[in-house]
C-alpha cells in the first residue's frame, strides 16, 4: 500500500537542543566529521488504495495544521512512496 | 474558612464565600496531572471549581477555564498538539476570542496548548539543558492588568514551582517586539532563566489580557506549609484575581 510520507525539521534559525546534544556526543564515538547536526521528524501516512490529488491535498493540510507547528518547524517534503 | 479536603468534592461551592457564585472550569484531557490541584486551588481562593472534560462538546455554566499542567497525550507530536484539537478546546477558543472575553488561564501543558491553539502567540521547545527541571521560581509580574494578575503589584516578585522538560519559550523577534511593547510579558524569570526561555519570558498574554499563559506552577503555591519555603501561597493572586474580576466587575 502506498505511503505519504511528510518531512518537518525545525526551522532554521532556531536553536535544535536535540541536534545540539547529537552534535556533542559524535565526536565521543570517534565520528569526528560532522560540525552541526539538526533532527527532525518523519511522518509515514499509509493509503488504502491509490494516492489521488485531493487525497495528496488532505496530507499537505494534515502536515500544515497537525503534523508541524509553523511557529517553530517547516515542512520540508512531502512525497508518495509505493509498495 | 471550611476545611477544603485534601480528596473529596472539589466542585462543592466554598463555603459562605462571596466569591462561590464564581464557577471556574477545570479542564481534564487523557494525561493532564494537575487538574485537582488547580481546582482546590480555585477553591481555596473562594471559588467553586467545575470539572470539564476535553470530550465535552458544550462549555457548560462556566465564568472562566484554567487549563492545568500534565502531559496531555503524552506529550506525543509535541507537547499540547494532539489536545489543541479536542472537542473542548474550539469552545475555549471562540469563548476567549468572544466579546465576553472568557478568562482562560494555562499552566505549563495549559500554556503549551494555548500557543499550539495560536490562542497565545510563539510556542514552547524542549529546555536548553535538555533536562527535565523542578524548582523554586522566582518571577517577576511585568503586568497586574491580565484578568489574573490583578491581585497583584506591578512588578511584584512571586516565587512558585516551575516543572518541565519542554520549557524554552520561543518566537521571532518581531513577536517578542510586538509582546514587550504591548505590555504582554506578564511573567519574567527573575535570577535564573531555567530553560533558555527568550528574554527570560515565563508568560505571556493575549491583547486583551483575558487569556494567559505561563509555565510555571501558582497553584501548587496556595497553601501555607506546601508551597516554596518563604511563604508558599504565592500562586493563590492568579485565582482570587480572576474570582474579583467576576464577582466584582473590576
Given at each position: 500500500m502506498p505511503r505519504i510520507v511528510v518531512d518537518v525539521m525545525p526551522?532554521?534559525?532556531?536553536?535544535d537542543p536535540q541536534g545540539k546534544a547529537i552534535v556533542g556526543a559524535l565526536p565521543r564515538l570517534?565520528?569526528?566529521?560532522?560540525s552541526a547536526v539538526r533532527q527532525g521528524k518523519r511522518f509515514e501516512l499509509t493509503v488504502d488504495g491509490e494516492v489521488t490529488d485531493e487525497i495528496l491535498a488532505q496530507a499537505r493540510n494534515a502536515a500544515e495544521t497537525l503534523l508541524s507547528n509553523p511557529v517553530i518547524e517547516d515542512v520540508v517534503n512531502i512525497e508518495v512512496v509505493e509498495g | 474558612m471550611t476545611e477544603t479536603p485534601l480528596?473529596?468534592?472539589?466542585a462543592a461551592p466554598a463555603a459562605?464565600?462571596?466569591?462561590?457564585g464564581a464557577r471556574i472550569g477545570v479542564v481534564t484531557f487523557p494525561?493532564?496531572?494537575?487538574d485537582r490541584d488547580a481546582a482546590r486551588a480555585v477553591r481555596l481562593a473562594g471559588g467553586t471549581a467545575v470539572p470539564l472534560w476535553h470530550a465535552a462538546t458544550e462549555l457548560g455554566d462556566v465564568d472562566a477555564v484554567v487549563i492545568p499542567g500534565g502531559f496531555s497525550y503524552?506529550?506525543?507530536?509535541?507537547?499540547g498538539a494532539i489536545a489543541?484539537?479536542?472537542?473542548l478546546m474550539d469552545k475555549i477558543i471562540d469563548a476567549a476570542k468572544s466579546d465576553a472575553k472568557l478568562p482562560v488561564l494555562g499552566i505549563c501543558n495549559g500554556f503549551q496548548i494555548l500557543t499550539e491553539s495560536h490562542l497565545l502567540p510563539g510556542s514552547m521547545i524542549k529546555n536548553d539543558h535538555l533536562k527535565f527541571l523542578c524548582r523554586d521560581q522566582v518571577l517577576r509580574?511585568?503586568?497586574?492588568?491580565?484578568a489574573w494578575t490583578s491581585d497583584y503589584a506591578a512588578g511584584q516578585e512571586i516565587t512558585v514551582p516551575l516543572k518541565n522538560q519542554d520549557g524554552q519559550f520561543i518566537a521571532d523577534e518581531k513577536t517578542l517586539d510586538a509582546l514587550e511593547a504591548e505590555g504582554r510579558v506578564v511573567f519574567r524569570y527573575v535570577?535564573?532563566?531555567?530553560?533558555?526561555s527568550r528574554r527570560d519570558i515565563a508568560g505571556i498574554s493575549n491583547a486583551a489580557g483575558n487569556v494567559v499563559g505561563l509555565?510555571?506552577?501558582?497553584?501548587?503555591?496556595?497553601e501555607a506549609g506546601y508551597g516554596?519555603?518563604?511563604?508558599?501561597?504565592?500562586?493563590l493572586g492568579f485565582f482570587t484575581s480572576v474570582l474579583n474580576k467576576l464577582v466584582g466587575g473590576k
Open positions: 526551522k532554521p534559525e532556531i536553536l570517534g565520528f569526528t566529521s560532522f | 480528596i473529596g468534592d472539589l459562605g464565600s462571596a466569591l462561590s494525561g493532564t496531572l494537575d503524552g506529550d506525543y507530536l509535541r507537547a489543541r484539537f479536542a472537542p509580574i511585568e503586568n497586574n492588568t491580565t535570577g535564573f532563566n531555567p530553560n533558555g509555565m510555571p506552577h501558582p497553584e501548587h503555591a496556595v516554596p519555603a518563604h511563604t508558599g501561597t504565592d500562586g
